[in-house]
């Protein structure tokens, strides 16, 4: 199946978001032990908690443009319907 740019290009940013939370959480945890470990692992929580709602705001977009996709097909389906239908 042949994507189109938009899905090349959220598939790309899913793919760095994942690669962000894993290495952001590591850094943000080494950046912070100085202050102590309580410390770090709610910040390190905190960076992971946003992280993960923009990578679900990019899997949105994904799911959105197959929903419009899907319903493009079901309204062109329905019009054949109804013209075969109304001869």
């Known amino acids: ?31 912070f032990s100085s202050f102590g470990f309580s410390l770090a692992f709610f910040i390190t929580v905190a960076f992971i908690v946003v992280s993960f709602f923009l990578i679900l705001a990019l899997d949105a977009f994904a799911i959105n443009r197959e929903k419009l996709y899907e319903a493009k097909k079901q309204t062109k389906l329905l019009e054949q319907i109804y013209a075969k239908h109304t001869k």
């Not at 290009?9 to 894993?22: R, T």
Request: glycine residues 6%; positive net charge; hydrophobic residues 60%.
């Open 1 to 31: 199946m042949q994507k189109d740019k938009f899905d090349r290009i959220v598939s790309f940013l899913l793919g760095a978001s994942w690669a962000i939370v894993i290495f952001g959480a590591l850094i943000t945890f080494k950046l």
